[in-house]
């Protein structure tokens, strides 16, 4: 099983910025990626973002598209999430998350979850 802490997380004003960090350990069989959900209170579960095996972005929400950028580090096992021209309606907790390589990125699909960093957006 792969463990996921999250860090970068908080309180900004609306139009500010904020940096996600997700490191992963433990031992893996397998290539796999990693990327982000997030979750407000009676909501679904929303992908955000994930990078390929490599590090390179593969996905982006269409409702961060433009103001997010996730990137990775494959030898460092990180993956990081650049949160520009936040929003009050990107508040959520954040989920880092991995997913075997080649698997579409639906919830089921991932093996692991962090324990999930708020961030906070005001108006």
């Known amino acids: 099983q792969v463990q996921l802490v999250e860090s970068g997380g908080g309180l900004v004003q609306a139009g500010g910025s904020l940096r996600l960090s997700c490191a992963a350990s433990?031992?893996?069989?397998?290539?796999?990626?990693m990327g982000w959900f997030r979750q407000t209170p009676g909501k679904e579960r929303e992908f955000v973002a994930a990078v390929t095996w490599s590090g390179d972005p593969l996905y982006y929400a269409e409702s961060v598209k433009g103001r997010f950028t996730i990137s990775g580090d494959n030898v460092k096992k990180t993956v990081y999430l650049q949160m520009n021209s936040l929003k009050p309606e990107d508040t959520a907790v954040y989920y880092c998350?991995?997913?075997?390589?080649?698997?579409?990125?639906?919830?089921?699909?991932?093996?692991?979850w962090g324990q999930g960093i708020q961030v906070t957006v005001s108006s």
């Open positions: 433990g031992r893996f069989v397998s290539r796999y990626t």
């Open positions: 998350a991995t997913t075997p390589d080649g698997r579409p990125w639906y919830e089921r699909n991932v093996d692991s």
